[in-house]
């Protein structure tokens, strides 16, 4: 896949839109969503009955960062400096508790960091336009995670699509392939960064298949905000823990 361009363009709008997106954050907050979200985050920091390091993938302006607890060390990466830059003053910051937060701007799908360096691994709203999910970065994830590390993420679920919307997108993915090459190309450049990469639940979970994540959950959830409708796959994925040795 050719993630350069694509990239590219997604820090354009990421640009563009940084400033609209942090104060978007006070709105988004108020959603049910947003708090089952949370609650969710809460409760997957709370199973490690420890301090925990954990990676946000995509994390934009912060907006999951007081949803952590427990957390010693949070990694927040993004592609966009600009939505890094906001996210040094993540909505509710006096609620975050985490201790140490170091943001690093790159793409996640070549960012390298030493095996099991993490014990949760997330990402909110990266996965769908611009960003697909792959076996190839699930994988990295999985490499990241220690045994018994958790990875939690959302995808756009095109089942929450409209009807018409739907149609389009499954009528040009099954004739993209049949296009002579030069078409393709010219198709790729147009649509760059505003490419849609949603799943349906049985498409991601063949993605999920091909990693070696264990206890893997794949729920629909309606996504209901000011700022956007529609349904997210929730993905949850465990590696497995070291078996304790026999005494
Ligand atoms: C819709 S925003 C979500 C931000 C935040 N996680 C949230 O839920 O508010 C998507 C974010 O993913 C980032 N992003 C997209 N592709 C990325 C990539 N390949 N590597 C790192 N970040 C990426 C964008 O720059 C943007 O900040």
């Known amino acids: ?57 995509g994390c934009g302006t912060g907006r999951y960062f007081h949803c952590l607890e427990n957390v010693a060390r949070l990694v927040g990466m993004d592609l966009s400096p600009e939505m890094l830059a906001a996210a040094r003053n993540p909505v509710r910051r006096t609620a975050v508790s985490v201790e140490e937060i170091q943001l690093l701007q790159g793409s996640i799908y070549v960012a390298s960091f030493p095996p099991e360096s993490y014990d949760f691994i997330y990402s909110m709203g990266m996965f769908g336009y611009g960003a697909p999910v792959t076996a190839e970065l699930c994988r990295k994830f999985y490499d990241w995670l ?50 849609f990469f949603g799943l349906s639940h049985k498409e991601l979970g063949r993605i999920m298949e091909k990693t070696p994540f264990s206890n893997l959950s794949i729920e629909s959830h309606p996504c209901e905000s000011p700022l956007w409708n529609g349904r997210h796959l929730e993905c949850l994925a465990v590696k497995r823990a070291l078996k304790p040795a026999h005494v």
């Open 1 to 57: 896949m050719q993630h350069t361009s694509l990239q590219q363009k997604l820090r354009e709008d990421y640009r563009a839109v940084a400033e609209q997106y942090r104060s978007d954050d006070e709105a988004e907050i108020l959603t049910d969503n947003h708090w089952r979200l949370a609650g969710v985050l809460k409760s997957i920091c709370r199973s490690f009955e420890r301090p925990i390091t954990v990676l946000d993938a």
């Open 146 to 195: 220690r045994p018994g590390g958790t990875l939690f993420f959302d995808a756009v679920d095109v089942d929450g699509l409209s009807r018409p919307r739907r149609l389009r997108f499954r009528a040009k993915q099954a004739a993209y392939p049949l296009l002579p090459r030069c078409l393709q190309r010219v198709l790729k450049r147009r649509q760059n960064g505003s490419r």
